[in-house]
């Protein structure tokens, strides 16, 4: 069926530079798009959300860009820090399929080097 | 603001045991969740309750998994007989409706060993 994928499974960034963690997603029928961050042994942690009806949405340090034609998604994170290591995951609810929970991609994992 | 609590922490069963698993969700969310989380890969839904209702849980895996929220507050996740492959971190998340455009809180899990 169809699902949310990520391209890459680590990003290893210095700490300071920016990060750009991106997403694929195969549903056009797809109208919320949302972030998490989850830590180790932690559950996944809300960083920021997308409505289809827009293509770029900003938060503290974090912006998320929408792609519809291309069904891409990515999260870019200015002046990275150790903090933010962890594995990120898009999501997305599946629109029509009536399915009203979120399906989630593979996650992507950041690693922040001092 | 209490999150969403979870309990055990950590379950280690043998397989053909039964496990049951503990979720009581943000005060006031109609809305609650069961996602599987396997090693290396993103939470999957199990089921999801509107109140006391079941709203899809047409990938829970009926014939061992089964789950109730009888008040329409807490609510429990079972399964009966364990397979090697249930091993995963149980995520219970809530939220306060269940729109389609709305997000989760997520508690921080039981993670199930099946030796």
């Known amino acids: 069926g169809e699902s949310v994928g990520l391209h890459l499974p680590t990003l290893s960034v210095q700490e300071g530079d920016n990060s750009i963690i991106n997403c694929a997603y195969s549903?056009?029928?797809?109208?919320?798009f949302i972030w998490y961050k989850q830590e180790s042994g932690k559950g996944p942690q809300f960083i920021i959300d997308?409505?289809?009806?827009?293509d770029k949405r900003q938060g503290q340090r974090v912006t998320v860009l929408l792609n519809k034609t291309v069904k891409h998604l990515s999260l870019q994170i200015a002046a990275t820090q150790p903090g933010d290591s962890a594995v990120y995951f898009c999501a997305e609810n599946m629109g029509d399929t009536g399915r009203r929970a979120l399906t989630f991609g593979s996650g992507t994992r950041l690693q922040v080097q001092p | 603001e209490a999150g969403v609590a979870q309990s055990p922490r950590y379950k280690i069963i043998e397989k053909r045991q039964s496990v049951a698993f503990w979720c009581n969700p943000i005060s006031g969310h109609a809305t609650l969740y069961w996602y599987q989380q396997i090693l290396g890969q993103g939470p999957k839904l199990l089921i999801q309750?509107?109140?006391?209702?079941?709203?899809?849980d047409s990938q829970l895996p009926k014939d061992r998994f089964s789950a109730e929220r009888l008040k329409g507050v807490d609510s429990t996740l079972k399964i009966q007989p364990a397979k090697l492959e249930d091993s995963a971190v149980y995520l219970c998340a809530s939220s306060l409706e269940a729109r389609r455009s709305e997000k989760l809180f997520f508690g921080s899990g039981t993670q199930l060993s099946v030796l």
């Open positions: 549903n056009s029928a797809s109208d919320y």
């Open positions: 997308i409505r289809s009806n827009m």
């Open positions: 309750f509107q109140n006391n209702g079941v709203v899809d």
